[in-house]
């Protein structure tokens, strides 16, 4: 029993942070015992096939057929040949239409720069889809992700302390850079809140999560405010489209069920047979419905079509809005959607090990992967000593209690993350003011009050 719990968490612990445990493999993958890089930790890849790149493929197409089924039944089918060509009325019909395209254009383009979004140097996996077409879609209306291998990789503090005598970079516990060796990043240093895509085997600067949705990376800031933007669009595009169609469907809808419970031939074929609940009381109502429409001849193909895209449609704005209100509850605090699935983890894992009564050996690989997990990251600080001139180096560590990730206020977390200044450039562009002079604090060095 303890050793299938020791398997199962291993397991856990090597999916979230991409460490293997087994016993067999050296104890640390990125360095050897003397601090360098270690050339024969093979690339963790893991590759296999990911659920989330599945539906990435699947999940778009999805959205685009229903797209285009909404889109005729709201302005092919009602607005232009009920409400145009049989009433006659132009101008309720624009006032109408022109609202409703717009925020659906506006829509659009906010998925799309999310969907088309692109590393500035493509990979050699995307090689070939970077021609013709894809390439100018890619570059017209993607968005670009932030380079993850950045010629300076310190911290810009300028704020804080004058002069450029004083540095901070992320590492380690001991002063070594970070370093990823999965997938094909080959040990490329890391900087502050860079994060590996395993579904696109890279890493990415400011990692939030891989979405489904766009079969893409949503990352702050390139993609995370269109992200935002698209699940906002949902609930009033839903609202305005379909405002015309609520009423004379939930009229169809009513009668529709009315005979559905009180036809005698569908109770005998359905209702009482005991097959009708396999598939539980929702799959029974639907198999119902279907046949009811079939009877009813006076029931037009268009009502229970309306019926089926509209309750799809109350279904996305559901997803959307919780998604769009857990990000926006993770991005008040300063934290990204990643952080807080790694809080979890760590969180969990804290509680195993609390539990098992593991071997040192054991004990070990586990506690590896808490401090992978942990709220702790470390800086290393350098600086020209103003009293004797010499540089000084310390490695300061900073949690997430103290600030390493809030921008002290609601209102400057979200400004960081959907508002980025355009004038950022570096890599720390998240690393708050606050976390930075608290880094220069610890470290005993004057900055500017």
């Given at each position: ?109 906010a ?26 879609l ?66 990415r ?7 489904a ?27 305005l ?14 009668g529709?069920a009315?005979?559905?419970?009180s ?13 009708s ?96 997990l ?76």
């Amino acid at each position: 029993m303890v050793q299938e719990a020791l398997s199962s968490l291993r397991q856990r612990i090597s999916q979230s942070t991409g460490i293997n445990t087994a016993r067999q493999e050296p104890e640390d993958p990125i360095r050897s015992h003397d601090g360098k890089p270690n050339s024969h930790a093979p690339p963790n890849s893991r590759r296999g096939i990911r659920l989330n790149r599945v539906l990435g493929r699947i999940v778009p197409i999805i959205l685009l057929v229903y797209v285009a089924n909404a889109y005729d039944l709201v302005v092919v089918r009602h607005a232009y040949r009920q409400v145009y060509l049989q009433q006659g009325r132009l101008l309720p019909l624009g006032l109408w239409l022109v609202p409703t395209h717009a925020l659906f254009l506006w829509s659009l383009r906010a998925y799309l720069r999310v969907f088309f979004a692109h590393s500035q140097t493509p990979s050699r996996s995307h090689t070939n889809n970077q021609n013709g077409v894809l390439a100018w879609l890619r570059s017209g209306l993607g968005a670009t992700f932030a380079d993850p291998d950045p010629a300076d990789t310190t911290i810009s503090i300028a704020s804080v302390v004058q002069g450029n005598d004083v540095t901070v970079e992320l590492c380690s516990a001991d002063g070594q850079p970070v370093r990823c060796w999965r997938d094909s990043c080959n040990g490329r240093i890391k900087t502050f809140r860079m994060r590996h895509c395993g579904d696109c085997a890279t890493c990415r600067v400011g990692f939030d999560h891989h979405c489904a949705w766009f079969d893409n990376d949503v990352t702050a800031p390139s993609t995370l405010r269109p992200f935002i933007s698209f699940l906002l669009s949902i609930p009033p595009l839903y609202a305005l489209g379909f405002a015309p169609l609520f009423r004379p469907t939930w009229r169809s809808f009513c009668g529709l069920a009315a005979s559905a419970a009180s036809d005698a031939h569908i109770a005998e074929v359905w209702w009482g047979r005991w097959y009708s609940w396999v598939g539980g009381p929702v799959l029974r109502w639907i198999v119902a419905l279907s046949l009811a429409s079939r009877r009813r001849r006076e029931q037009t193909p268009d009502a229970v079509r309306a019926s089926v895209v509209i309750a799809l449609g109350a279904v996305f704005v559901l997803i959307a809005s919780a998604l769009a209100a857990s990000s926006l509850g993770s991005l008040r605090r300063g934290l990204l959607t990643v952080d807080v699935e790694r809080a979890k983890a760590y969180a969990r894992l804290q509680r195993q090990m609390q539990k098992l009564d593991a071997i040192r050996e054991e004990k070990d690989a586990l506690q590896k992967g808490l401090d992978s997990l942990g709220p702790t990251q470390h800086f290393r600080i350098s600086w020209m000593d103003p009293d004797t001139g010499e540089a000084r180096t310390e490695v300061v560590a900073l949690s997430i209690d103290d600030g390493l990730l809030s921008h002290a206020s609601t209102a400057a977390n979200l400004r960081a993350f959907l508002m980025p200044s355009r004038s950022t450039s570096r890599p720390g562009w998240d690393l708050s003011e606050p976390a930075i002079r608290s880094l220069l604090t610890k470290a005993t060095i004057p900055v500017h009050t």
